[in-house]
């Protein structure tokens, strides 16, 4: 399940029908994502601000060393465990749009595996016309010898999708196709598929999602599909097929039904019909383990005798639960300062990763007739760790640990044996020997104590001189983990500048409590928590107001443009990442009706009111000194759209505040449809946080024209 529902790292084009009109805009007309006048406009900003960033002389050098680390061909190749094989999805400078391959096990674990290349992107690419980029393919789960590959233009959310055969390594002739739509699938049979897609008039919700399910079967017209389950237009997201598997070959194919981005329904599909079973409305689906459904309970929940506190990973037997009965089995239950990073399932076992106080642990469940056993696996301590895939056939699964001055290894686990093995490494990206990471807290608004990672040199003299770099994301109970900085540490910290990741609310770090108590109109306490990070770092003199910049993604960029406008005496730069800034007008743009459940709705009064004195847009006044921001985002992100960014730097000129903008044209929702234009996004925001924070006196920037 491919759901790209997040303003993330996580659109359409329709508008919530409930909410009230916003005020007057004079930029409404930069909304036309691909009108002319807007275009031209783009292209007039993009020639100021890139005239002067790429002009710098250090830029050059910067973006080589970033494309260099990018493209590395001696990084991990990332593994998808496929019906007893490994497939991986490549790029480097010989296949910038990339390469989607195959070996053996035995294979993947030499230095240089044997690759059998499946689709060579590159090569499809220009035999079609298109610029495509790779969103994943979803292998039949019974035979695992066909696949539905998702390919997107330009990086966008909406796919087209063609079966693929992995036996003759060739798109199947008459196969499944499925037009470009934002759309889910899941195999139901090896010869019929559930979808949801947009359908036509009146299947799509607000946030242009589909909430319509039907069952396509192979050689028929996608017209003469049935209806299997219909959700509602008034749905904040779509409705969400998918098929689980367990190591016996028991599957269930189920409807998930978001109500909202956090309260679903889940409906099993039988020979009978759907029918809907008796879960709490916070939880997210894992897998299938013996026959008993896995998932996180994302709230307190009381069945069958048993209490379930929130944040738990749980497990209930399918059968039991399709009669309305059975007894949750708690496999992990966590305290308040633990969260569920991720989840999912071998053949026998659970594999799962816990985090506590924001590091890493894996561990494997198993369970016989006197409940679940956990068995955590030996791997490095205070790092990040994800699970990167489980195979169903056995009990393997591979886990990633790396830390921000260690570069990513990739351990083997048994999920059986309870092991984990070192099986690749990659080589460090920067000089880490003189480095240091230091784990502190800061003191909110509210008295909680909110930590945050810094990474610094060792010998940094505490005078508020050290040149800092801070970012967060704070939303939709995503945490930030101490993941290795490659470009960043080189470009960066190997110039003598701080790094710092702070855990503030909204985010996943302490589980759902820790995002609950910055929801909707709560969330100014989120803020709080990144300006009360900021101001820890001034006080403990590791930085100064001088030297302290900011940087942050999608709903990080929101957080941004609220903190450039709350608190511009903190920061002296500020990076606004493919970012949510018109927070009147956000249920109108792109996805943002499928982000009610997070920032709530202009319909409601007292959330609307909070977003009048919030949002960065609006906030903006034309007599406020404010850090010169660095606005960046892209033409085809449907997720969150360009139009916010565009609008926050036209009315920063309309103000004459100093500003600079960058609109990619390629890249969807993130820094770039290849490694290329990632590692030009990167060197680029570099480049202007070298010459706000690291540059005795700051180089003059472009006039406003």
């Known amino acids: 399940m491919r759901l790209a529902l997040l303003p993330l790292l996580a659109g359409c084009l329709a508008m919530t029908a409930s909410a009230a009109p916003p005020p007057a805009d004079p930029y409404l007309w930069l909304e036309d994502i691909n009108g002319a006048r807007p275009l031209a406009w783009v292209e007039a900003e993009n020639r100021r601000s890139l005239g002067v960033l ?77 610029t495509w980029v790779w969103h994943g393919a979803d292998c039949e789960p019974v035979a695992e010898r066909r696949c539905l590959v998702a390919l997107s233009a330009g990086g966008e959310d909406a796919t087209t999708v063609r079966e693929f055969d992995l036996a003759t390594g060739q798109f199947v002739a008459g196969g499944f196709t499925l037009p470009t739509s934002k759309q889910e699938t899941a195999w139901e049979t090896p010869d019929s598929l559930l979808v949801q897609r947009d359908w036509g008039p009146g299947t799509t919700t607000a946030s242009g999602y589909g909430f ?27 409705t969400y097929p998918m098929t689980l598997v367990d190591g016996q070959g028991r599957h269930a194919t189920i409807i998930w039904r978001p109500l909202t981005f956090f309260e679903s329904e889940t409906y099993l599909v039988t020979s009978t019909g759907v029918k809907k079973l008796p879960l709490p409305a916070k939880i997210s689906p894992s897998g299938l383990v013996d026959g008993r459904l896995v998932f996180e309970c994302n709230q307190d929940w009381s069945f069958g005798g048993v209490a379930v ?30 969260s569920v990073g991720s989840v999912g399932a071998t053949k026998d ?69 309870g092991t984990a093995t070192q099986v690749k490494s990659t080589p460090p990206r920067f000089d ?38 801070m970012t967060a994301y704070g939303g939709f ?8 900085q490659a470009i960043r540490g080189k470009l960066w910290l190997e110039r003598g500048g701080a790094y710092v990741l702070a855990n503030i609310r909204g985010g996943g770090e302490f589980g759902p409590k820790w995002h609950e108590a910055g929801l909707k109109t709560k969330r100014q306490i989120i803020y709080d928590d990144f300006a009360a990070v900021g101001a820890d770092l001034i006080r403990r003199r590791i ?14 960029g929101l957080l941004m443009g609220v903190e450039m406008t709350q608190r511009p005496d903190l920061w002296h730069a500020v990076a606004i990442q493919i970012p949510l800034l018109d927070m009147l007008r956000f249920e109108h743009l792109s996805a943002g009706a499928s982000w009610v459940g997070e920032y709530g709705s202009m319909s409601v009064p007292a959330e609307r009111a909070f977003w009048e004195k919030t949002s960065p847009y609006q906030a903006l ?54 490694l290329r234009q990632s590692a030009r996004a990167q060197a680029l925001e570099i480049t202007y946080f070298i010459r706000k924070l690291m540059d005795p006196q700051e180089p003059p920037s472009a006039p406003i024209e």
């Open 349 to 417: 076992r659970v594999v799962a990763v816990v985090y506590d106080n924001v590091r890493g642990q894996g561990w494997s469940y198993a369970h016989d007739g006197s409940g679940w056993h956990g068995t955590r696996f030996a791997l490095p301590d205070n790092a990040a760790v994800s699970l990167v895939t489980a195979e169903r056939t056995s009990d393997t699964a591979f886990l990633s640990v790396q830390s921000i001055t260690s570069p990513p290894a990739l351990y083997e686990a048994d999920a059986r044996a």
């Open 212 to 238: 319509v399910v039907k069952r396509v079967k192979r050689g028929q017209p996608l017209d003469q599909a049935e209806e299997v389950f219909r959700g509602a237009p008034t749905d904040q997201l779509g």
């Open 309 to 338: 506190p929130s944040g738990a990973i749980v497990a209930m037997p399918l059968d039991a639960l399709a009669a309305g009965t059975g007894t949750p089995e708690i496999l992990f239950a966590p305290n308040a300062r633990q």
């Open 432 to 469: 880490a020997s003189q480095l240091v990471t230091e784990q502190y807290e800061a003191i909110s608004s509210d008295g909680t104590k909110i930590p945050y990672f810094v990474v610094h040199r060792r010998d940094i003299k505490l005078d508020g001189s050290t040149p800092t770099l």
């Open 543 to 556: 930085t100064s107001p001088r030297r302290l910049g900011i940087y942050g993604g999608s709903n990080g």
């Open 54 to 130: 790429e002009s710098d002389p250090r830029y050059a050098g910067l973006y080589a060393d970033a494309l260099r680390i990018a493209e590395a061909t001696d990084r991990i190749p990332t593994p998808n465990l496929i019906g007893g094989e490994v497939a991986n999805f490549w790029q480097d400078a010989s296949h910038v749009q990339g390469v989607w391959r195959m070996t053996s096990p035995a294979s993947y674990r030499t230095p240089t595996p044997a690759w059998r290349t499946l689709i060579d992107l590159d090569a499809l690419s220009k035999a079609d016309g298109t």
């Open 621 to 674: 006044r034309p007599d406020r000194d404010y850090p010169e921001p660095f606005i960046w985002t892209t033409t085809k992100d449907d997720r969150v759209g360009p139009v916010q960014a565009r609008k926050f730097a036209a009315r920063m000129k309309e103000y004459r505040r100093p500003y600079l903008y960058w609109e990619n044209t390629e890249g969807g929702h993130g820094a770039g449809a290849n």
């Open 477 to 484: 109970q995503i945490p930030m983990t101490p993941a290795y």
